[in-house]
């Protein structure tokens, strides 16, 4: 615990350390980011011992805040997230030491660094705090400190109004929270989650409460409408962190709660599993409209989000219902996703940083052929696109795999209680897969295949080894959870059974049953690499002594391709958009071409966030007109300011005396 | 450790190009003409291997990966298939999950090799094909998931095993839904009518045809035979539901599967002589349709 | 003793009512400093039986600050703003007069059922108190001139502080030096404002101020 608590101090003062050499941009950078990778190595090797069978350390100080305690405890649940969050930061920072060079001629690179280490120190504190008034501290450093890095880039005006629309909805989440916390405290006396102990009529209440507060930070639909603003504006390895980890504390919210509101009902599994269908095809889809390769990414992450709920749901139904197969396999899989998505959204983001770094431009309508000038983010972006498909032999396919798996264990058990959700999440998650691949073949195909569809592809050149180690390694992640699966799989024992309350040894059995297969996916795995081996050389030696020339692309005929001809990732994902068109409302504005030799013909969709324009917009609009009939009040004349104050102090007087 | 399994093995290895022949005489035979010998795959096979490649400029090495890694997903899927209702070489429980994320391996890597190529005609084919196919995937799954709470397993061998006559007279009407609902998904994957023309090369009108136009030499070898083992596993898949012949004996279980199998390409031949190609905007509620086939089919086993 | 105090008292409200009609704003001044000389006595009445240096000194600043002090500061803003009467007020003078004995009929009968720790040392000490405070905040809200304001907001500091006197036991030296302090710091930054706001609009008006507003009506 000591270990963990000197990390956090070593990141806060490395961040300090940061702020007052800012004079010289090499130091800061240097300073900072290895403050960063200190802290996070030295919080691993504390997580570590504690997930190898240390028992569970805690430390606990009085305060003399009302209700709050500086109680910590490392159990196992916070040392697993622990890994995602510190492994990712740690990354991050050595690839923001060399991200953060180029804007050094005009801004001060002090504040990134602290925030940064900031940031981290206080999801590490998130993650171990085990008093309501800590977390709440900890949850709102943790809000402040992401957004003064989302808006690092503040000339801007969009950058400006992200940073807003983060601010607005990460404190709506926390308002939901902090209702969550006085109701809990109110009925146990007390705010340490060790003695927070609730009636079962109230746990509904509290749990719908933690859903909406958790589920914002998270990004469960339709809550989600400030990751897309968000998460473009911040520097890549920002968004990296944000997208990667900072989404999972929201998770670890969530399973926190349903350790403390012990036996849920099974209509929470129902709505986890409701909320992980819409966030997952939802998100997809929207992903798939985007032309801005972040906001694309952004909208990935809530579709990965809706996976992770997905399990989470049916691990709930599978805990209410009595059929620990369910519950465990979910919890399973959902668990395992946290880290696995942390890992390849890391890495996509870090990509797709270099791109847009290099080209000068996040479009991918202006991109095109990237592979050839940036082969090695190519590589890696080809990686973290088969893994976030859920395709073998990666790692992304080895939790979908989990989670398909609980729910046909659900389909075959006996009873119907789980059918419904059952059904719902194996046809759910199948499409979210189909979609998710037309997504990022979408993504991958036109940034860094075909040829170029503008000069900014030109300037593309791959980053710097700082730039490039953090991405090697996150790849080697993806090729290495996915071959270790069965170990890694079996040594989530601990980890859920203290999500769902059941006994260890029962949570070990029920995962023999997914490790023992899982070893034939992993020897599938390796097969499938041996004849792509066996097939390369086949054809190698069929091609040896003939002729491999290299011609042109097929072109029907016409004597100049050009770069337009290829298709646009708009046209891709039509069909798509247009079979979805109630769900997505795309906007669209055709000039045709007119008359027998027309001039100019244009074709503009635009697909804003439904939920920001249906939801949330005519709200907030409806909101400020019900509130502007209520100026009158607010005339600028002080002195009946005061008289308000008296007057009410008055009738108060009155009321309570009389 | 017997030899059973592997014989499927080698049977599918060796015998899926024929299925094109089988289906290719029926088409000729309903047209009225002679068609083309049964061999003729092979010798376009052949023909294939022995030549050259030409590689477009635009191309980089993700175009020469693409055949390679989708046969090799095909090839490690034909040890997930049963035969029969034999086990198949590798049967795990959760292995349909792996089949159908094999599939859609095949198909990332041939979507992304044909926009490799920076061409219209190879975009507007792998467009439509990842539509389709996200279409299809839950087809396909929700299927498989009625068919393992209707047996109870999670392994495709333990499933496909437990479909006998038996079963059969209980589950009636939940499998002849699947049964459609698989045709369907078997269809459309295999870019059949009325899904997609395999035999026009017309560029507006294809889908699978299409995507891989630059293709020559031993890749586009590699590609055909890959459609051909395709064809195969899907029908297998269908197949070993229709046929419910559980006897003791393996060679009348795999006489009745194999001939299921030509039944089945022969059933594709009718079909393709009969329909034409739909509209593409009808597709995708085809493709609905049997989704919520097997999704029906699923809801009533869970009642 | 208690005579004494309750002379004090009374002639504290009078001055306050005295404040409420008056018009002419140097002889607002003088009431205000009036009443600062008169709780300086008041401390010294409140603890005639334990004279220590504390009070003496206690007593002493008040004097100085509120009785001295703020009224000379406030003349200074006078002069260089030049008024001399109070503009038109919101509530007549006399109305205000009315209103002002209203006042104090409602905060006798408001401290008659006001629960107190322990008993005050005159049962004119809260009724006053309230009666000085609620005349303050009135001020404040009827007078248009900056300055006036000002003086009411002294007033009111004043009702706060004879209920502290008269109530509380034995308060720490540095809680009423750092009231004074408060006060002192807030007449300070508001003769200022005053004098700046007078430069930049040439009147101390602030019913016209409203035209810094942000938005249109």
Known sequence: MLLL???????????????????SPRWCNAVGASGAVAGCLLGLLSALRALLGASDSSLRLAWEVPGGAFFVQMDVLSAFFLFPVLGLSALAAVYGSEYLRHYQQRK????????????????????????????????????????????FDDESVEVREAGWTYLVATHVGTAFLLAFFVLAGRASGSLDFDRLSVAPTEASLLFLLAVVGFGTKAGFAPFHVWLPEAHPAAPSHVSAVMSGVMLKTGIYGLVRTLTILASPPAWWGWLLCGIGLVSGIGGVLFALAQRDVKRMLAYSSVENIGIIALGLGIGVLGVATGVPALAVLGFAGGLLHVVNHAVVKGLLFLAAGSVAHATGTRDIERLGGAMKRMPYTGAVFLIAAIAICGLPPLNGFVSEWLIFLGALHGSISPGRSAAIPVLAVIGGLALIGGLAAACFTRAFGVVFLGTARSDHVTRAHEPGLAMRLPMLLLAAGCVLIGSFAPLLVGGLAPVIASATGLQTPQVATHLVSATRPLQYVVWSALGLLVVVALLAGLRRALLADRRAEVGLTWDCGYVQPSARMQYTASSFAQPLMHLFGVLLQTQQRTVTPAGFFPRAASLITKTPDVCAERLYQPAFRGIGRGLSSLRWLQHGRVHLYVLYIAVTLLVLLVWKLG | MSLAPFVHLLLALVCAPLLFSVINRTKAMIAGRDGQVLLQPYYDLAKLLKKGAVYSGTTTWVFRAGPVVGLAALLVATALVPFGGRAAPVAFAGDLILFASLLGLLRFFTVIAALDTGSSFEGMGASREVTFSALAEPALLLGLAAVARQTGSLSLSTMYAGVDLDTWVVAAPVFALLAGALLVVFLAENARIPVDDPTTHLELTMIHEVMVLDHGGPDLAFILYASALKLWLLGMLLVGLVVPVRTANPWLDGGAATAGMI????????????????RLTRVPQLLVAASVLSALALALMLR | MSVWVDTALVLLALTSLLLVASSRLTRCIRIVA????????????????????????????????????????????????????????????????????????????????????????????????LFTTLIGLFVIVTRRTALTQVLAYLVLENGIYVFGVGLVQGTPMLVELGVLLDVFVAVFVMGIAIFHINREFDHIDTEQLTLLKDWAE
Request: charged residues 10%.
């Open chain 1, 5 to 23: 608590l000197g990390a956090t101090v070593l990141l806060v003062a490395s961040g300090f350390a940061a702020v007052t050499i800012q004079q």
């Open chain 1, 108 to 151: 001060w690179l002090g504040p990134p660094w602290f925030f940064f280490n900031l940031l981290v120190a206080s999801m590490v504190l998130v993650v171990v705090a085990r008093n309501g008034v800590l977390f709440l501290i900890a949850w709102e450093v943790m809000a402040l400190a992401s957004f003064f890095l989302v808006t």
């Open chain 2, 263 to 278: 039944g089945v390409a022969i059933l594709t031949g009718i079909i393709e002589s009969c329909m034409a190609r739909w």
């Open chain 3, 34 to 129: 009036f009443q600062g000389s008169i709780l300086g006595v008041l401390t010294l009445l409140v603890h005639h039986d334990e004279l220590v240096l504390r009070t003496l000194m206690l007593a002493a600043a008040i004097v100085a600050l509120k009785g001295a002090a703020f009224p000379w500061l406030l003349s200074r803003v006078l002069q260089d703003a030049d008024v001399r009467r109070e503009v038109e007020p919101l509530v007549g003078y006399i109305s205000s007069l009315l209103i002002g004995t209203l006042m104090l009929a409602v905060s006798f009968w408001l401290s008659a059922r006001l629960p107190l720790p322990r008993p005050a040392v005159s049962s004119l000490v809260v009724p006053i108190a």
